[in-house]
């Protein structure tokens, strides 16, 4: 009943479950011990500027005075988490062969437009001499008009995409729930693992942040709702580790429009920092089997919770560092005294979750079959989740990761030409087009298109890829999309050191879009 379309998307995304299911088998033998992984010794806190306190995107900035007030920071049988991780590489795989990269070459030296206009002769590196020919003004005019086409072109086909979406998230929860009492097995792990990372990626993530409020009549996927104010509805539209209140801030607000600067949360070299000797080779690698609950989970909620007391006027504790990652090693060691402590973090973020996830879920099955049934599918929750850390891993962290794309030093108005020029230069996608290749992804492989407009839909998306790139190539502008295992590359690289992304000159900014938070303007006149 729900159309030839589905019917046959469907039946591919159960063909190639199947067959990343075989090829994990094959490759069972390959890596285990992540389950018995302990949490290692915590990162220090690396110096950087401060970024100050969260707020409301609406409220983040203030326009400088003077262009000088800008700021510038093993279970024996047991399928190991490696196999099911080969699962999902093996879809991401197939998804991408149709996938290549546009880069720019021989550019024009004529006729500089840095600015918008003024001219310029600074020597720049080769590989930015777009940005002395780039009309950024003209640029941004079009790329603004574009945006605001898709918006008003949606409706209720783009909600009937939205439910169908969610069809195959519960149809990836039923197969998994349905199989799990199984002895450990990649069916059980791979279909588990893709209802988790879809509510995320694609429910919550595009949900929270309005992509459906003006298509949506019913209110069920409003953003002003949509996982929040009840643990009732955490639980029955988006349950994970993170507290979806506090990844509003830290996601929606500070990473959306603080994207590449210092202040952005989610950079991945300055984080990286923090990782001394050794740990730049073997921190990436764990951090990819633990991120949502050692990292993503405390850290947005840390950024909440600073929110909430700037809000309030409470100031922080002497030596605390707001703009430094608080993983959960550091919260146990007690980093955020004075913010929160571990018991409230455990009961009310991550605790109601691993309570639901590993004690709810299978203890039906404990009163079917008794203790093997359960275990059996307690197993298969652990590694799914394992699996789901990976694969979040692999196509979120590496989105704006890379020796292509930039860093900024300075905040910029939203909306403006900088602004979409920041979303393109610092993002990158992977394969584009098609549901099931969508689908794998999380949707996250427009990520480019979603930084320039947060708040259209997925189907939007799909429809304004092919035009916003085709606009970068008349203008010059670097549109980056690769295999996103080239691009897991370039942010292991990133990560360790190896590389580095490239700065975007600071005398090349185009003044009128200059914004500064309020909090930085008041440290720099105090400094």
Same mark, same amino acid.
């Given at each position: 009943?729900? @159309?030839?379309? /589905?019917?046959? =998307?469907?039946?591919?995304?159960?063909? #190639?479950? !199947?067959?990343?299911?075989? $090829?994990? %088998?094959?490759?069972?033998?390959?890596?285990?011990?992540?389950?018995?992984?302990?949490?290692?010794?915590?990162?220090?806190?690396?110096?950087?500027?401060?970024?100050?306190?969260?707020?409301?995107?609406?409220?983040l900035?203030?326009?400088p005075?003077a262009a000088?007030?800008?700021?510038?920071?093993?279970?024996?049988g047991?399928v190991?988490?490696g196999?099911?991780?080969?699962?999902?590489?093996?879809?991401?795989?197939?998804?991408?062969?149709?996938?290549g990269?546009?880069r720019?070459?021989?550019?024009?030296?004529?006729?500089?437009?840095?600015?918008?206009?003024?001219?310029?002769?600074?020597?720049?590196?080769?590989?930015?001499?777009?940005?002395r020919?780039?009309?950024?003004?003209?640029?941004?005019?079009?790329?603004?008009?574009? @945006?605001?086409? /898709?918006?008003? =072109?949606?409706?209720?086909?783009?909600? #009937?995409? !939205?439910?169908?979406?969610? $069809?195959? %998230?519960?149809?990836?929860?039923?197969?998994?729930?349905?199989?799990?009492?199984?002895?450990?097995?990649?069916?059980?792990?791979?279909?588990?693992?893709?209802?988790?990372?879809?509510?995320?990626?694609?429910?919550?993530?595009?949900?929270?942040?309005?992509?459906?409020?003006?298509?949506?009549?019913?209110?069920?996927?409003?953003?002003?709702?949509?996982?929040?104010?009840?643990?009732?509805?955490?639980?029955?539209?988006?349950?994970?580790?993170?507290?979806?209140?506090?990844?509003?801030v830290?996601?929606?607000?500070?990473?959306?429009?603080?994207?590449?600067?210092?202040?952005?949360?989610?950079?991945?070299?300055?984080?990286?920092?923090?990782?001394?000797?050794?740990?730049r080779?073997?921190?990436?690698?764990?951090?990819m089997?633990?991120?949502?609950?050692?990292?993503?989970?405390?850290?947005?909620?840390?950024?909440?919770?600073?929110?909430?007391?700037?809000?309030?006027?409470?100031?922080?504790?002497?030596?605390?560092?707001?703009?430094?990652?608080?993983?959960?090693?550091?919260l146990?060691?007690?980093?955020?005294?004075?913010?929160?402590?571990l018991?409230?973090?455990?009961?009310?973020?991550?605790?109601?979750?691993?309570?639901w996830?590993?004690?709810?879920?299978?203890?039906?099955?404990?009163?079917?079959?008794?203790?093997?049934?359960?275990?059996?599918?307690?197993?298969?929750?652990?590694?799914?989740?394992?699996?789901?850390?990976?694969?979040?891993?692999?196509?979120i962290?590496?989105?704006?990761?890379?020796?292509?794309?930039?860093?900024?030093?300075?905040?910029c108005?939203?909306?403006?030409?900088?602004?979409?020029?920041?979303?393109?230069?610092?993002?990158?996608?992977?394969?584009?087009?098609?549901?099931?290749?969508?689908?794998?992804?999380?949707?996250?492989?427009y990520?480019?298109?979603?930084?320039?407009?947060?708040?259209?839909?997925?189907?939007?998306?799909?429809?304004?890829?092919?035009?916003?790139?085709?606009?970068?190539?008349?203008?010059?502008?670097?549109?980056v999309?690769?295999?996103?295992?080239?691009?897991?590359?370039?942010?292991?690289?990133?990560?360790?050191?190896?590389?580095?992304?490239?700065?975007?000159?600071?005398?090349?900014?185009?003044r009128?879009?200059?914004?500064?938070?309020?909090?930085?303007?008041?440290?720099?006149?105090?400094?």
């Open positions: 009943g729900a @159309g030839p379309e /589905l019917s046959q =998307e469907m039946l591919q995304m159960v063909l #190639a479950g !199947l067959g990343f299911c075989c $090829l994990a %088998s094959a490759l069972g033998p390959f890596a285990s011990g992540a389950l018995t992984f302990a949490i290692g010794p915590p990162a220090s806190h690396g110096s950087r500027v401060a970024r100050g306190s969260p707020q409301v995107a609406g409220r900035f203030q326009a005075a000088g007030d800008l700021a510038t920071a093993g279970h024996d047991m190991p988490a196999a099911c991780a080969a699962a999902v590489a093996c879809g991401l795989l197939l998804a991408a062969t149709r996938q990269r546009s720019r070459g021989g550019m024009k030296r004529l006729a500089p437009k840095a600015r918008g206009g003024e001219e310029h002769t600074k020597t720049l590196a080769p590989h930015d001499e777009w940005i020919t780039l009309d950024l003004g003209a640029f941004g005019k079009e790329v603004n008009a574009l @945006g605001q086409r /898709l918006q008003s =072109e949606q409706g209720p086909e783009d909600q #009937a995409h !939205l439910r169908k979406m969610v $069809l195959w %998230s519960r149809f990836c929860a039923v197969v998994g729930l349905a199989t799990m009492w199984l002895p450990p097995n990649p069916l059980s792990v791979v279909f588990l693992s893709l209802w988790t990372h879809s509510a995320w990626t694609m429910m919550g993530h595009h949900v929270q942040h309005g992509g459906y409020n003006r298509t949506d009549d019913t209110g069920r996927y409003s953003s002003r709702g949509f996982a929040q104010g009840s643990l009732r509805r955490r639980l029955f539209d988006w349950f994970d580790w993170m507290l979806p209140e506090a990844w509003n830290e996601h929606n607000q500070l990473h959306h429009y603080r994207l590449g600067e210092d202040a952005d949360p989610d950079l991945l070299e300055r984080n990286a920092e923090t990782w001394k000797g050794s740990q080779y073997t921190m990436p690698f764990l951090s089997l633990l991120w949502k609950w050692a990292y993503y989970a405390p850290n947005t909620y840390k950024e909440m919770k600073v929110s909430e007391m700037a809000r309030k006027g409470k100031p922080l504790p002497d030596g605390f560092d707001p703009a430094a990652p608080l993983t959960l090693a550091e146990m060691q007690g980093k955020a005294k004075g913010i929160f402590s018991g409230e973090f455990l009961t009310r973020c991550i605790g109601p979750y691993f309570l996830r590993f004690l709810a879920l299978p203890l039906p099955l404990a009163l079917i079959g008794g203790p093997p049934m359960f275990l059996n599918a307690l197993y298969n929750l652990l590694l799914a989740d394992v699996l789901s850390n990976i694969h979040g891993f692999i196509v962290v590496t989105n704006h990761a890379g020796n292509d794309l930039y860093r900024f030093q300075a905040g108005k939203p909306k403006s030409p900088t602004f979409y020029l920041r979303a393109i230069t610092s993002s990158a996608n992977f394969a584009t087009g098609g549901n099931v290749t969508d689908f794998l992804h999380g949707w996250l492989n990520q480019i298109e979603h930084h320039c407009w947060p708040d259209l839909s997925m189907l939007s998306y799909q429809r304004g890829q092919p035009e916003l790139k085709a606009l970068c190539e008349k203008h010059g502008v670097p549109y999309q690769e295999n996103v295992f080239v691009r897991l590359k370039k942010t292991m690289d990133i990560a360790m050191g190896h590389t580095k992304m490239r700065v975007y000159p600071a005398d090349l900014e185009r009128e879009d200059a914004m500064v938070w309020n909090n930085e303007r008041v440290r720099a006149l105090v400094s």
